[in-house]
């Protein structure tokens, strides 16, 4: 939980904004080892879940991509002020959703997910 609650807060659109995220201007550069993809996948599983807490339908996200930052996650009202918000991905902190659906992938070999 440890790691999971820095990455999340690193990633948020809102902390993004208000420039409390150590990566809130690394968007498109290297934020983890290069063999990490972090992405979300809200519509499989056993957390799946068509829409967020905030009504809006989900979709796959991917936040970094082989160790670059691609973007935040955020609500609606934070995602009209950045250009590097992922729309639809309003999970709140506690919500077993974003922490069940969001994978990393150690490599390009589909066995190396969890």
Avoid at 79 to 87: D, E, G, I, L, Q
């Amino acid at each position: 939980d440890l790691l999971w609650d820095t990455i999340h807060e690193a990633l948020s659109g809102k902390r993004a904004l208000e420039q409390s995220s150590p990566w809130s201007d690394l968007v498109g550069k290297p934020v983890v080892a290069s063999n990490i993809t972090l992405s979300q996948h809200p519509t499989s599983g056993p957390y799946s879940c068509p829409f967020d807490d905030e009504g809006m339908p989900t979709r796959q996200t991917t936040f970094i991509d082989q160790g670059v930052l691609q973007l935040f996650y955020t609500d609606r009202q934070s995602v009209n002020n950045s250009a590097a918000a992922a729309p639809a991905t309003a999970f709140a902190p506690t919500s077993k959703a974003i922490h069940h659906q969001v994978y990393t992938t150690r490599s390009s070999h589909p066995a190396n997910r969890t």
